[in-house]
């Protein structure tokens, strides 16, 4: 005879506390929960940091910058949003007011020329095609607004549903469609222009 | 959605951004993994090239000494913000008191009121008045005396400091 045996499945009391419950006690002032959050949500905001300002130094500063204003707006958060779209918005705040207030162009060469010394050297070639990569991209990103440049970085190439890129920016999803698109024609013709090496065969539209 | 024939059928709207959130995943998540659907879809979108070799890049590693700056940032705005509560409690205790003061001017200079008033009033007052702030206790003093008719006023925050 088979035994039935009812197993009464305890709650896991060690699960990980989610965003949302991380940020309720840090609402309450709990500075560890706050860390935590900083913990797992750094390494992300410092990448799209970089990515919009092609600057890995310049990055860090704004992504430390967006974690302190998080902090200090905690009571602004809704949980109805999840926290990682809240935050990202702060940052991406912070780097188009970086972006706009840059004195462009000699700044930002200098910046990659930087990148790309940091780059090169005992790496491997992997590393130096990277850096390749980014100083493409951000040579080229020079000819997008920036609301352009983050619309295409988190939608295309950090994979996020247009209606969270609205919402990262502040913006109605046909706006960040429009910016995708424009972005994309920019990208287009002056990838035909500076590099057309890397175009596949057909050329593209 | 597993075929490649499904997701070039899809490519059209997936570019357009035309397709459903979930059908959208789906197709990104093929095109990640299958280099003959990115090759067309790249070759319709050139600049899809540029956003994936983007996203192979390597991000950027965790790292505790930035998390132990953005806290030790958070503390340093903490105690600024405390300083600045202090300040402002030490202002509105200033501020009252300087009601108190100018109240009391209006009063003197007014004159004498008729029958037992000012004039028969011990020239210095013993009994200080008190005036709750925010918590904190001013007391506040009211010396009056000299023959032009000064008046003098001294007030303390912390009764603890009274002479």
Excluded: K
Aim: aromatic share 6%.
């Amino acid at each position: 005879m088979a035994l039935l045996r009812l197993v009464q499945v305890r709650p896991d009391v060690t699960r990980e506390r989610d965003d949302r419950e991380l940020a309720a006690a840090a609402q309450g002032g709990d500075e560890s929960a706050f860390a935590e959050l900083v913990r797992r949500h750094q390494a992300g905001v410092r990448r799209c940091a970089g990515r919009v300002l092609g600057d890995q130094e310049e990055a860090r500063d704004v992504a430390q910058l967006a974690f302190v204003r998080a902090w200090e707006n905690l009571h602004r958060y809704d949980p109805a949003w999840s926290f990682s779209t809240w935050l990202y918005r702060i940052a991406t705040n912070v780097a188009i007011d970086v972006l706009r207030s840059r004195d462009s162009r000699e700044r930002t060469h200098t910046s990659h020329l930087r990148l790309v010394e940091d780059r090169v050297g005992a790496s491997a070639p992997r590393d130096l095609a990277e850096a390749e990569v980014l100083r493409i991209f951000a040579e080229l990103a020079e000819e997008l607004s920036p609301s352009q440049r983050a619309a295409f970085l988190y939608r295309e190439v950090e994979g996020m549903a247009t209606a969270e890129v609205a919402q990262i920016l502040g913006c109605s999803e046909a706006t960040v469609r429009n910016h995708v698109f424009q972005a994309r024609a920019v990208l287009r013709r002056e990838l035909a222009r500076r590099y057309p090496e890397y175009l596949p065969r057909g050329g593209g539209r | 959605m597993n075929g490649c024939a499904e997701v070039q059928r899809r490519l059209g709207r997936y570019l357009a951004m035309e397709l459903p959130v979930a059908e959208e995943a789906a197709v990104r998540a093929h095109l990640q993994g299958c280099p003959v659907c990115r090759a067309v879809a790249e070759e319709c979108e050139p600049s899809l090239i540029l956003a994936g070799a983007l996203a192979r890049t390597a991000g950027e590693a965790d790292d505790e000494a930035f998390v132990g700056g953005v806290m030790a940032a958070v503390h340093q705005r903490r105690l600024e913000g405390r300083i600045r509560l202090r300040r402002r409690r030490w202002l509105a205790a200033v501020a009252a008191a300087a009601g108190v003061l100018l109240a009391g001017l209006a009063t003197l200079r007014q004159g004498p009121v008729e029958g037992p008033g000012l004039a028969q009033r011990p020239a210095v007052q013993v009994v200080p008045a008190t005036v709750e702030v925010e918590g904190e206790n001013l007391r506040l003093y009211q010396l009056s005396g000299g023959a032009a008719g000064e008046v003098q006023v001294a007030f303390i925050i912390d009764p603890r400091l009274e002479l």
